[in-house]
């Protein structure tokens, strides 16, 4: 398969976890982080992520490249790759896919051609206390032959869920826990070296 | 942009406060010279302060002050109840207020009346023509409601007038950024830059800019705008130091190692770098290591 035109997508509840309080963390930002994983037959696993940036310079090159360079390294001798991208938009009602996530996409799915990028869906963010669903609330992007970054309708057999069927509950209440509180992201790192982006304590 | 120490004295106020230790006023106070957007923690405390009737005496004159505090960020967490209640409050107490005018207008804005509040602000514009902070909520609205084209426009107009409005110049820079409009964006930075030479963000921004629009000549003064965010850092500013060894590399890359690059300065970023690592974040050190050989190797 040389394309993410029929992989299936799980991802594991701490990594999803971690993004989403990521981005409450940062409500007023968009904020974006970073997928890692594995494929396994037809389906990327992805078991970990990193939370990235949130301040306005998500579009820079110097502290992604740094980011990227550092995070590979890590993740490689634990035989995880980077995956996917996660992007959160600043405003609410934005449910498109800029041209800096499809760029940043795009990088990444030159070295993983079954990338995904994964946009948040603040509406589901919103309506999760009140509709019990167990589907992740992001939106599912993957690269198709047309080379550009497709949305991957959740119609039917949904191509990307949480490996364990009860994130969103777990998700929910860390959320009422203010948890998001303890998220550090790789801008805080570079602010603050003694911040740890790999989260070690979060979910202790 | 905030400084260490008042950054400090914020997060030992915010502390004090969230444990019930007193200090709301101080707080507030702080949040508001320091032009921090901290909504949840304001509306918490400052409702607090004003729902008491002897604390909210003591403030004496402050009270409005504080009302109009509370009023945004009530508007800015949607509890347009709170807000509306304050308002009607700062309505009664100075009639026919301009300033109050502009708060009604917000909470216009903030039930999504975009047409409303449009000509609300139109009309307050009309009686002051060069009211700053009305002319940035037309910019504020026009990002709200995804017309980022129309912001910019409204922006640079506003600077037009206001060119010293260094807020404004950023808030410009960041706005191209999301669009990955660089060298607009490093336009930006080049005015920051000329206007305030010794705030090393300024620096740091143009170089990070710079490297990411990418070309030669661009990576080499990308270098050098992080080595002086260094000089008035004091070596202490990471990015800088990381940015300094990315551009060696880059443009080692480009030049495929044949030009005369000076590789003294990144060697002492890449040293200062490991020592700051050891001492501060010792269990990241072979990590960092690993990145900077990679990148010597690019």
Redesign the interface.
């Known amino acids: 398969m040389s394309n993410g035109g029929d992989c299936k997508y799980v991802i594991h509840q701490n990594a999803y976890i971690k993004l989403v309080l990521h981005a409450l963390n940062h409500k007023t930002s968009a904020v974006n982080g970073v997928l890692l994983g594995r494929l396994s037959g037809e389906v990327v696993e992805i078991t970990e992520s990193v939370p990235l940036f949130h301040t306005s310079q998500i579009g820079l090159l110097p502290p992604l490249e740094i980011a990227l360079i550092t995070i590979e390294e890590y993740y490689s001798s634990q035989g995880l790759s980077i995956v996917g991208y996660f992007h959160a938009n600043e405003r609410f009602d934005d449910l498109e896919l800029g041209s800096v996530a499809r760029n940043i996409g795009d990088h990444i799915h030159r070295y993983f051609p079954q990338s995904a990028v994964l946009l948040l869906d603040n509406r589901k963010l919103g309506a999760l206390r009140n509709k019990k669903d167990a589907a992740p609330i992001m939106q599912l992007y993957t690269r198709d032959s047309s080379k550009s970054w497709k949305q991957v309708e959740s119609t039917g057999t949904s191509r990307l869920t949480t490996k364990e069927p009860s994130a969103n509950i777990v998700l929910l209440d860390f959320i009422s826990s203010n948890k998001w509180n303890e998220i550090v992201d790789f801008d805080d790192h570079l602010d603050d070296i003694s911040k740890d982006w790999l989260n070690s304590g979060l979910f202790k | 942009m905030v400084s260490k120490t008042e950054e400090s004295q914020l997060r030992q106020l915010e502390n004090q406060v969230e444990n019930g230790g007193g200090g709301a006023w101080e707080y507030l106070s702080l949040v508001r010279k320091l032009k921090l957007?901290r909504s949840d923690k304001v509306l918490n405390h400052g409702l607090t302060l004003l729902n008491d009737p002897k604390k909210r005496s003591a403030l004496g004159p402050d009270e409005w002050t504080l009302y109009e505090q509370v009023a945004i960020a009530a508007l800015d967490c949607q509890c347009l109840d709170v807000a509306k209640d304050c308002i009607k409050v700062l309505q009664k107490k100075f009639p026919d207020s301009k300033r109050v005018g502009r708060l009604e207008a917000m909470l216009l804005e903030a039930k999504g009346s975009w047409a409303e509040a449009e000509k609300a602000y139109t009309s307050l514009l009309e009686d002051n023509a060069l009211d700053q902070v009305i002319s940035m909520r037309k910019v504020a609205m026009a990002k709200?409601r995804?017309d980022i084209l129309g912001a910019i426009d409204s922006l640079n107009k506003y600077l037009e007038i206001f060119m010293a409005d260094h807020d404004a110049w950023r808030e410009l820079a960041?706005i191209y950024?999301?669009?990955?409009m660089?060298k607009q964006a490093a336009f930006c930075y080049e005015e920051l830059i000329l206007a305030q030479p010794t705030i090393p963000l300024h620096h740091l921004?143009y170089?990070?800019?710079l490297?990411?629009i990418?070309g030669l000549e661009n990576l080499q003064t990308a270098k050098k705008y992080y080595a002086s965010t260094i000089e008035l850092t004091g070596g202490k500013n990471?990015?800088a130091l990381?940015?300094i060894c990315?551009c060696t590399s880059a443009i080692a890359q480009l030049t495929k190692g044949k030009n005369n690059e000076d590789k003294e300065i990144s060697r002492l970023a890449a040293a200062s770098l490991e020592k700051?690592?050891k001492q501060?974040?010792p269990d990241?050190v072979s990590?960092?290591g690993?990145?900077l050989k990679?990148?010597k190797l690019q």
């Open positions: 957007r709200a995804g960041e950024l999301s669009l990955q660089y921004a170089a990070e800019v490297y990411t990418g990471t990015r990381y940015g990315l700051d690592y501060i974040s990241k990590l960092l690993s990145a990679i990148m």
